[in-house]
T-cell receptor
Framework: KNQVEQSPQSLIILEGKNCTLQ??????????LRWYKQDTGRGPVSLTI?????NTKSNGRYTATLDADTKQSSLHITASQLSDSASYIC?????????????FGRGTQLTVWP | EADIYQTPRYLVIGTGKKITLECSQT?????MYWYQQDPGMELHLIHY???????EKGDLSSESTVSRIRTEHFPLTLESARPSHTSQYLC????????????????FGPGTRLLVL
């Protein structure tokens, strides 16, 4: 069964600290993996996208890694800011159809305290 | 910033009412989607469209219907709302990033929070 599991479910850190969010997936055949940021009451916004051959991708203070062998990804946030408080969703796409079926994780709810 | 819009942003209605959630995008994307998301849960695809006059049901069974008469517009309709329809509804559209389907990115609207009493 194709699934995307994220951990931790929630995380509280102090402003300025770093953190790492985890994503494990069983989706096959794999096409790509995205990390989205979803602010409360808003739609998700894409942070990074990685295909099978990419191991790491950065977007400002966000760095995503992908290990396609172990089917794991992480999102590292450096020098956190209050505006980083949001839900971070891992989304994996398969290659099984023209649509490119997306499998969503439940997200990690990150809270950054001053 | 994605040019995809949803109205209303919030809606409180009584059971049995007919409602239409609006979604429009100005990016010229062919593919559009509707997702349902409950708090703390993953997004579930309820409808999608490849283009004008194309509509398909998604993974999650839904009593809603959709139409795609124009490229930019993808409304979702509930003929008779029930409390079980209370949720957040997210509309999205997609285009190929760099021409490769493997890098296709979905752009989401701000969502409509629906409460059925």
């Amino acid at each position: 069964k194709n699934q995307v599991e994220q951990s931790p479910q929630s995380l509280i850190i102090l402003e300025g600290k770093n953190c790492t969010l985890q994503c494990n997936y069983t989706v096959s055949p794999f096409s790509n993996l995205r990390w989205y940021k979803q602010d409360t009451g808003r739609g998700p916004v894409s942070l990074t996208i990685m295909t099978f051959s990419e191991n790491t991708k950065s977007n400002g203070r966000y760095t995503a890694t992908l290990d396609a062998d172990t089917k794991q990804s992480s999102l590292h946030i450096t020098a956190s800011q209050l505006s980083d408080s949001a839900s971070y969703i891992c989304v994996v796409s398969d290659r099984g159809s023209t649509l490119g079926r997306l499998y969503f994780g439940r997200g990690t709810q990150l809270t950054v305290w001053p | 910033e994605a040019d995809i819009y949803q109205t209303p942003r919030y809606l409180v209605i009584g059971t049995g009412k007919k409602i239409t959630l609006e979604c429009s995008q100005t990016m010229g994307h062919d593919k559009m989607y509707w997702y349902q998301q409950d708090p703390g849960m993953e997004l579930h695809l309820i409808h999608y469209s490849y283009g004008v006059n194309s509509t398909e049901k998604g993974d999650l069974s839904s009593e809603s219907t959709v139409s795609r008469i124009r490229t930019e517009h993808f409304p979702l309709t509930l003929e008779s709302a029930r409390p079980s329809h209370t949720s957040q509804y997210l509309c999205a559209s997609s285009d190929k990033d760099g021409g490769a389907q493997s890098r296709e990115t979905q752009y989401f609207g701000p969502g409509t929070r629906l409460l059925v009493l």
